[in-house]
């Protein structure tokens, strides 16, 4: 679906003084290559200013790399791009696609014409994508009065009305709560498992990456470092996972044998952990009676960094 080879991306910047100007050549992207294939859900993660948007707005033909060959679906987007925006959806979690002041059920008519779907498809589409996303209670809202989570699964609707074979999201739970979260992963995998919709995932959340995405493609300074499975990257590399426990009392020992002490509040403890939670959630419970228990994740880019910094990634590919 996706053929990316050796990709070249830079952006010259003005620098220097007003008596000595400077041009200084930025390299966002350099030498990236990578193959998606159709059907798979891929994490295309690294911290900010890595190079993924700009990679993104090659592959959606927003931009014209510097050099290197890229097709999505046999076509290269900034040459083709009325026939590849037909068959591409794209989800930015900081814009939206909708017209603001119109309801949201116009703004999906209004791209319906844009797209040229046809009528039956359109309603069948609009139903389904109704129901999954509850769009119901706010359909004749206009967009500009939704909440962040509503406008999140309109434009994902939105998206996707136009049955593209690809669909780009870009930090799709960005500022959610948990179940709205929860609502929009489980969409995407619906999607993405019945109607084999290819999905690069652009995310700061692990948690997306982990419901999603078995593979990712890791990008730092415009390199890419790591292109595989989540498993053994996070094995290997995702320390950092912690427990929070409510004890029902504050307990005369927080230290539990096994588990790493972050700090206490009272009934409350941290404890740091890597891997599967099961074996620490066991050693907790046996330790004092638990009246409530959350596992928070690794912040993705802390793990990123820490890969890069560490250079393990590289002694670990190669
Ligand atoms: N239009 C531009 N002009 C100049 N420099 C740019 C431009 N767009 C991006 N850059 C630079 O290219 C590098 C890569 O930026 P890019 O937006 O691709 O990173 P990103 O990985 O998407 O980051 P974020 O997670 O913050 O969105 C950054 O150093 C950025 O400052």
Request: proline letters at 6%; charged letters at 20%; glycine letters at 10%.
């Amino acid at each position: 679906m996706i053929h990316v080879q050796n990709l070249r991306k830079t952006f010259t910047a003005q620098g220097g003084s007003w008596l000595r100007p400077q041009r200084r050549v930025h390299e966002a992207v350099r030498d990236i290559s990578f193959t998606v294939q159709p059907g798979e859900v891929v994490g295309y993660l690294g911290p900010n200013g890595a190079g993924k948007s700009t990679t993104v707005k090659i592959l959606t033909g927003l931009l014209v790399p510097d050099s290197g060959e890229v097709t999505v679906g046999g076509l290269v987007p900034w040459k083709a791009r009325r026939a590849h925006v037909a068959r591409l959806g794209a989800v930015f979690g900081q814009r939206t696609t909708l017209w603001w002041d119109l309801p949201v059920r116009d703004s999906l008519d209004l791209l319906r014409h844009v797209y040229r779907v046809p009528a039956a498809r359109h309603t069948e589409n609009l139903r389904l994508f109704t129901d999954l996303l509850g769009l119901g209670p706010f359909l004749a809202t206009p967009a500009r009065a939704l909440s962040l989570g509503q406008r999140m699964r309109a434009d994902l609707a939105a998206a996707l009305l136009h049955d593209p074979e690809l669909l780009f999201l870009d930090e799709p739970t960005v500022g959610l709560d948990v179940v709205a979260k929860e609502r929009i992963r489980e969409f995407v995998a619906h999607i993405n498992a019945q109607r084999g919709v290819t999905v690069l995932l652009t995310t700061h959340d692990l948690g997306d990456v982990e419901r999603l995405a078995r593979r990712v493609l890791i990008i730092d300074h415009g390199q890419l470092l790591y292109d595989g499975d989540l498993g053994p990257l996070q094995a290997r590399y995702g320390q950092g996972r912690e427990l929070h426990v409510e004890y029902e009392a504050p307990p005369a020992e927080p230290q539990v044998p096994g588990l790493t002490l972050l700090g206490t509040d009272g009934p409350r403890a941290r404890y740091a952990f890597s891997g599967a939670a099961a074996g620490p959630i066991a050693l907790v419970t046996a330790h004092a009676p638990v009246r409530d228990l959350t596992v928070q994740e690794p912040n993705i880019e802390a793990t990123i960094r820490r890969i890069y910094e560490g250079g393990l990634l590289r002694r670990a590919v190669g």
